[in-house]
């Protein structure tokens, strides 16, 4: 028996130094989200004029707050409007990262501690104040471009109309996004062996020629990470349009489907059907992530399936 134990012993030293963040895990995450799951299969029924403490029951209701959610135009409408922003962001943002890490990774690039942290600099900003100074900038009665383009003789352009809100906010995210993509993808250039680029160079390869045949090549699983992170964050985009809301009219409050929510929640007082969009989005969020792993996963981590 003694020896068992001391076999044992070492073999539950691992789960002790696992126990505080699995604890943290499960307080913070899997709780919420049960407890989440739990409110979005509840309702509360009013009866009668809904006075008093027994006039509002809260009762077993099924999946009927996620037909709700799946029925309702709003939400479908705002789905819509962040697959326009995804559209216009990630690609501006993993494009301009990645130049960026292929600029400072040259041989011919200079002063580069400070340009990394010239770039980065932008994503230590928390997302309101970045909002609320591109969104004072963007005002023609405040903003110093719309000052100068009206001294020069021109129009003040209409940053905040219809169609011009979605490039505004997602230039916001774009600012403050593509700092941090760079560092991911300079990071994983500096681990590429830099024999390939010296053989490369004794082949006669262009600088031009080794960052699309090797870098790009090379930099495809830290491009796919910065995607589906990038991916996650589109679709639970909030602080930038609720921020920028209150100057303009385009904006409603239910513009993005985490905007809905918190309306559903907090303004409507319905805390089931916002705890039901909740869940559906996380489950979209999730199939899109894995269903886009699944899909490249081949290419990008061959050598590891």
Known sequence: MRQRSRRTAPARVPYAFLSPAIALFVVFMVVPIGYTVYLSLRRVQVSGLGLGAAARAEHFAGLD????????GEFWHS?????????LLVPAMLGLALLFALLLDSPRARARRFSRVAIFMPYAVPAVIASLMWGFMYLPSVGPGQYL????????????????????????????????NMVVLFTALRAVPSELYEAARIDGATEWQIAWRIKIP???????????????????????PTTLRPLTNSLPSNWTPLMKIYQDAF???DIHLAAAASVVLAVATLVLSFGFLRLV???AFGAET
């Open 149 to 180: 383009l009206t001294k020069a003789g021109g129009h003040p352009l209409d940053l905040l109309g219809p169609t011009s809100v979605y490039f505004s906010v997602a230039n916001i995210a774009l600012w403050g996004g593509t700092g941090f």
């Open 218 to 240: 090379m930099l495809t699983p830290a491009l796919i990470m910065t995607f589906v992170f990038s991916l996650i964050a589109t679709l639970q985009v909030f602080s930038e």
């Open 267 to 269: 303004a409507r007082d």
């Open 65 to 72: 707050n996620y037909r709700q959610v799946l029925d309702d």
């Open 297 to 299: 996963q081949r290419r």
């Open 79 to 87: 789905a819509l409007r962040v697959l326009i922003y995804g559209c």
